[in-house]
């Protein structure tokens, strides 16, 4: 594997983590960041540079619609708009179509015409260096998601799990020539202190349904839970923290489980499944309060707010017009 520290040059990894985001009010803005990734994850598995936006455009918007704001999950915007960022995606042909007065398409119909990919030079410099594709991708995730959904989002956009790749690149002696790395396993460990802070402050048992599984003296299958993500300015606090199980911190943050302002769980419209163990795990929440911690420093209003306004799948889903 070639090392980054050969090529000298991180000048791509410098232009995305640059990418105009808009995080007024601590909005969730997670387009960009998703285009980028479903980009990476084409090119790691060998597709052409540049694809249609009539081809892209249902795929984007299903991982948008998963990974992005329940409300606005329009592919258009970030395959039209990446553009405007530092030479990281090129849309020829762009200047030639009628735009509105935000300098928008004034017809989708008209982008359904156009291609969208990496410029060339980039292009190729991933190609011919699949850590920097890596490294790019963590990068982005680290910056817009919580860690408890990066598996899944590399899943959904078709590359291989970090985990395995991470080992790869510290066994090659990687570490400092990766400025990404040292940041997520950074944030690692500073995660593992979070941790122990809110499985105290719950005494171990999960703050929706009363989890407390342990084999001998230790506990598994508990977590520790950002309330507001941590990627989007959330503190390290037992008042934007909550301990809860694995399967109720995956549902938390994909916003199947929220909270509302009387601290009360409550469940999606969006959830279902047939079983029994789901409407016992799941919809039997609903209503439920959530526990206190033992200092009694409950969950801070501000973060519930943020979590329900960016989070929370609490309306209809618009379809791309
Ligand atoms: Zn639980």
Redesign the pocket.
Known sequence: MTGLGETGDFSFLHRIQKIVVWRKGGQRAPHKPLLLLFALGRLENGKDRLVDFGSVERPLQDLLQEFGVPSNSRPQYPFWRLRHDDGIWEVPGADEIPVNSQKDPRSINDLRKLQGGFPLEVYEELKENPLLVYAAAMQILNAHFPLSLHENILTAVGLCSLETDLIAVSESGMVEVVPNLVEYVYRRVRDRGFARMIRVAYQDC?A??D?DGQIEETVFGLEAAHVRWHSHAGPDTVENGLA??A??HKAFDKGVLGLDTDRRIIVSPYAHGESSIFCELVHALDGRPVRLPQAGRSVASEFIDWHYREVFRSSPQPLAS
Request: net charge neutral; proline share 0%.
């Open positions: 999960c929706f349904c989890w809860l199980c399967l109720h």
